[in-house]
């Protein structure tokens, strides 16, 4: 196929690339300017012939000299209103579907039917059977009665159903938020003694961070939650997750009253060792239901694999574990308790047995109404209220999005955040304290089937259950028991090895700072932790912007090929029908998606059969050359591609070609803004010059007249100044002027296609880049930019006068150059007997444009 046959949605010159092709005086810039715009209009006149349409040009078209003939296509330039007309457009449909989002449960609860109750109410009693000896054991935690975890366990799954994007996240307290209520009691307390009860305190901290996380969500602000990563979550979970297990450790032994839980993680375990000479009877309680509770689990988790059969007989059981520990120690409580507790002659709650037991719980809802807020209660958390708002929040949006990913379906993080926001709200009419999202609770939700978020209604309503009709019960819970449940269900937020060894594979950084959070977070406190993974996040986010790695780059012809026969180690031992269909030319074409059924092959002498390397032999031998392999396989078509001249990530014996001499090409990785801009600019002057030589050498006959930064080789020898030689012939040869045969600067070619946006300080410094290097070539250097993502990069670069030359360019001491690249396409497929018309793919009238990086050669 022939040039002129050819219609490649590539690039297509008007003349080559030379240096020749350079005009000196400003007369032939002036015809050169001509000459562009004469062909522009001869392409716009002949756009608008009888040749089949207007913008059709057809094949056989073309100027006397060669060139392709391609129509006339001006880009219309982005403007304010066109961004202002996207954002204020159809108000009141956007308004409604506003509204609408607030309450996503208007979407299916119509389609609401049998199959899908069935599922939610099968998952709701199940999760609400793990939640009520939960929520008890968590208010523990938190410093509460145990009546107030039951408060928020049944406002939380009820309000919830109405607000969320999720089916599966159950909503409750958990227990690195219970760790934090009771660190926020525990500081209001120690600076005002009584004046605040603890549930006020805990109920107004519900007030304050619902009533924060709502409004981040109404505005839409819940995307500033991406900025904290993955493993400084993890490592705050993980280290809040040791601490809350050190920290119920002296309540399973029984000597919770020996050791102050408030003090740093390390100084918790110190002395919970110390005083382990103080062991009462609530261990027995503690460390018994704490072994039954892991071998309950890892016994129903063996027998799920042992039985296939009956899996799900063995899941349900796995499920049940909490609940009937919980009422086995319970009922040997109470033939212990119950005889001492009918001789005991004052009132409940003053009975003190021979282990700590749970004590009164009232019966019902006895809290409800609307708070009052005691005077000064804020100004007394105000420094915890930070810390508390983000673990209400983080720990709820990482389990959605989980969950959502897993399951197959999207959630709303805005949405999500207002849900949350919505829940403490009006938790606070229930004494609520804060409840957000817990991760074993929404996983047993998911592994039961659940199909909508309705399923915590019939969650709510096992708790009310247990609120009205259990309670009398619930007096007998040993507290020793309670602390194994919490135990027990925390230690698996506990980061495995298998996690930190991951993080280390994929980036050391982060797993850097999922370690320090974990550190700092035992043997410091758990807000220290979370501030830490915050903001050394930050800072690594912040580096990588600052410090981007732009890449110079070189060209390689590339093909790709389907089912090839790879010549290495690895092989697939069934590998017959490929060695005999291995001529087959169809089966190599330009994809690189493999076709239905197909498996990729490889090539391996130990693997083949005895009659079989006879073949593979002299496969191997008769590997062909590029240019063989296109010649024999039409289908085969090697294109030009850009890589790293350092070869990153592609093989090295490829030979990487370097740009055409005194041209430029370079790909920067990040978006070019204030932080990195000048870091690029940068290593793009000292490139080109270390590559290239200046338009005006420096005299080197004189010291005096080269400038300081670049004064060039020392003249004289210590203790011998030049001027002091007596030596002619020596002083001669020193000052003796050194050809620089290095080539000028004429192009730099700069790829956009990893560029999401540009800024006024990174506009300015490329053109104090293009001055710069005009003055160090000593003429008019191009800057070609390809791969523009936004057009609004286009809009800047435009009108900082980047994209073609002007009539004041041509006027100036610079050159026009006489080679013009330009992008075409077709929209059909080249191969079909169809003809195909070819356009223009970006604006003519500005030709230093690309789609693509040009060929260059």
């Known amino acids: 196929m022939t040039n002129n046959e050819s219609v490649v949605p590539h690039l297509q010159e008007y003349d080559g690339f030379s240096e020749r092709s350079r005009r000196n005086s400003a007369s032939s810039r002036r015809e050169s300017l001509h000459i562009v715009q004469s062909r522009r209009s001869s392409i716009n006149r002949m756009s608008t012939q009888d040749t089949g349409g207007p913008d059709y040009i057809s094949p056989g078209q073309q100027y006397a000299n060669g060139a392709a003939l391609i129509p006339e296509f001006n880009e219309r330039e982005v403007t304010v209103v066109d961004y202002a007309k996207h954002v204020f457009s159809e108000p009141k449909s956007k308004l409604t579907n506003y509204m609408t989002s607030l309450f996503p449960i208007a979407k299916w609860i119509l389609h609401y039917n049998g199959r899908w109750l069935y599922s939610d109410l099968v998952a709701g009693i199940t999760v609400g059977v793990v939640l009520v000896p939960q929520s008890m054991s968590y208010a523990q935690l938190a410093g509460l009665p145990a009546e107030y975890g039951l408060y928020s366990s049944f406002v939380g799954v009820f309000i919830y159903s109405f607000f969320a994007t999720s089916k ?31 549930p006020e305190i805990a109920t107004f901290l519900s007030l304050i961070c619902g009533g924060i996380a709502f409004g981040i969500g109404i505005l839409r602000l819940g995307f500033i939650l991406e900025f904290i990563s993955i493993p400084a979550v993890m490592g705050f979970m993980s280290g809040s997750a040791f601490s809350i297990i050190t920290g119920q450790v002296p309540s399973l032994m ?56 009956r899996k799900l007989w063995f899941f349900y059981a796995a499920q049940l574990r909490n609940a009937l520990i919980l009422i086995i120690s319970t009922a040997i409580s109470w033939g212990i308790i119950h005889p001492k507790v009918t001789n005991f002659k004052g009132p409940r709650e003053q009975f003190k047995g021979p282990f700590s037991i749970l004590g009164v719980v009232p019966s019902g809802l006895r ?421 523009i993502l936004s057009p609004w990069i286009r809009r800047g670069l435009i009108s900082a006068g980047f994209g073609s030359y002007t009539a004041a360019d041509v006027e100036s001491d610079g050159a026009v150059s006489a080679t013009t690249y330009v992008n075409i396409g077709a929209s059909n497929d080249l191969e079909s007997a169809s003809a195909s018309p070819y356009y223009a793919v970006i604006g003519t009238d500005t030709p230093f444009f690309h789609l693509d990086i040009p060929d260059y050669s």
């Not at 996240?169 to 209520?181: D, N, R």
């Open 367 to 787: 809290h409800v109404g609307v708070m009052s807020i005691p005077q000064g209660i804020i100004g007394e958390m105000a420094s915890e209220i930070p810390v508390s708002v983000i673990i209400l929040l983080l720990e709820h949006i990482a389990i959605a999005k989980s969950f959502g990913r897993v399951n197959d379906y999207k959630i709303i993080p805005d949405q999500e955040v207002i849900a949350i926001g919505v829940n403490n709200l009006i938790g606070t009419f229930f004494s609520a304290y804060p409840a957000t999202g817990s991760f074993s609770r929404s996983a047993l939700k998911a592994k039961c089937g659940v199909r909508t978020p309705l399923a915590g209604i019939f969650t709510g309503g096992v708790v009310l259950l247990a609120l009205y009709c259990l309670t009398e019960a619930f007096f007998y819970i040993p507290k020793a028991t309670l602390s194994a449940v919490i135990i027990h269900a925390v230690s698996d937020l506990i980061a495995n090895y298998k996690v930190t060894w991951s993080f280390w594979n994929i980036s050391p950084l982060d797993c850097g700072i999922f370690l320090v959070a974990v550190i700092i977070t035992v043997f410091s406190s758990i807000e220290n932790g979370i501030y830490f993974a915050i903001a050394a996040s930050g800072v690594i986010l912040l580096f990588r912007v600052a410090r981007p790695q732009g890449v110079f780059l070189g060209k390689i012809k590339v093909a790709e090929v389907i089912n090839p026969i790879i010549e290495g180690d690895s092989f697939v031992e069934d590998n017959s029908s490929i060695l005999d269909n291995s001529s087959d030319s169809q089966d190599l074409e330009i994809h690189q998606v493999l076709p239905k059924g197909a498996s990729y092959q490889a090539t391996d002498c130990s693997n083949l059969k005895i009659e079989d390397r006879a073949s593979k032999k002299s496969l191997a031998s008769d590997i062909p050359t590029a240019q063989q392999l296109a010649h024999q396989n039409p289908h085969i078509k090697f294109h030009t591609r850009w890589v790293p001249l350092t070869k990153e990530n592609i093989n090295n014996e490829l030979n990487v070609q370097p740009p055409p001499p005194g041209v430029l090409v370079f790909k920067p990785v990040e978006s070019l803004t204030y932080p990195n801009v000048s870091v690029q600019v940068d290593r793009i002057s000292d490139e080109a010059k270390r590559l290239t030589r200046r338009g005006k050498p420096f005299d080197t006959t004189s010291a005096g007249s080269r400038p300081w930064n670049d004064p060039g080789p020392l003249q004289w020898k210590f203790g011998k100044p030049k001027w002091f030689s007596k030596d002619k012939k020596e002083e001669k040869r020193i000052v003796e002027t050194v050809v620089d045969e290095r080539p000028l600067l004429r192009l730099v070619h700069i790829d956009l296609s990893s560029v999401a946006s540009i800024d006024v300080t990174s506009i300015q410094a490329l053109i104090d880049l293009r001055k710069a290097l005009n003055r160090y070539a000593d003429r008019e250097v191009e800057f070609h930019f390809s791969g």
């Open 168 to 198: 599966d996240v159950s909503i409750g307290p958990v227990a690195v938020m219970s760790l934090q209520v009771s660190k926020v009691i525990q500081k209001v307390q120690e600076q005002n003694g009584d004046k605040f009860s603890a």
């Open 254 to 309: 029984g000597f919770n009253s020996k050791v102050n839980t408030r003090d740093s993680t390390y100084l918790v375990v110190v002395n919970s060792l110390k005083n382990l000479k103080h062991l009462r009877a609530d261990a027995a309680f503690g460390l018994t239901a704490l072994f039954l509770l892991y071998v309950w689990k890892f016994s129903c988790a063996w027998c799920e694999k042992r039985y296939p059969r």
